[in-house]
């Protein structure tokens, strides 16, 4: 009972200290899926930890595991919004050269008119 309890209290104290920073702050994707897959292995590694009389060891392996898995998939979520920006980007600069060549077209048929 006591190991659970320890457990819990850890948690709890991550929680409550990280907390505070997480939301203050600005990260990019894979720094917020390695920040929340440590921390959420790290609770699972305590109550898994706890339940085998190792509390400790459990959330140590827990936020290590849930770190690495945060980060595949932060980073995932980086390189597919980095894309998408790129993608805008380009829409954009093309959707700009059409106008510029509407714009050209316009001009050469009010001098076809005019002659």
Avoid: D, W
Avoid at 26 to 41: D, I, P
């Amino acid at each position: 009972m006591r190991t659970k309890f320890l457990a819990l209290a850890m948690l709890t104290m991550t929680i409550i200290i990280a907390a505070p920073t997480l939301c203050s702050a600005q990260f990019t994707e894979t720094q917020k899926g390695t920040g929340v897959g440590a921390l959420v292995g790290a609770g699972t590694g305590a109550i898994v930890g706890a339940a085998v009389g190792h509390p400790i060891v459990g959330t140590l392996i827990g936020a290590g595991v849930g770190g690495v898995g945060g980060y595949a998939v932060g980073s995932a979520l980086q390189n597919q919004q980095n894309m998408n920006y790129r993608n805008e980007s380009e829409v954009l600069s093309q959707q700009r050269q059409i106008e510029r060549q509407r714009q050209e077209i316009q001009q050469l048929q009010m001098q076809q008119n005019t002659e």
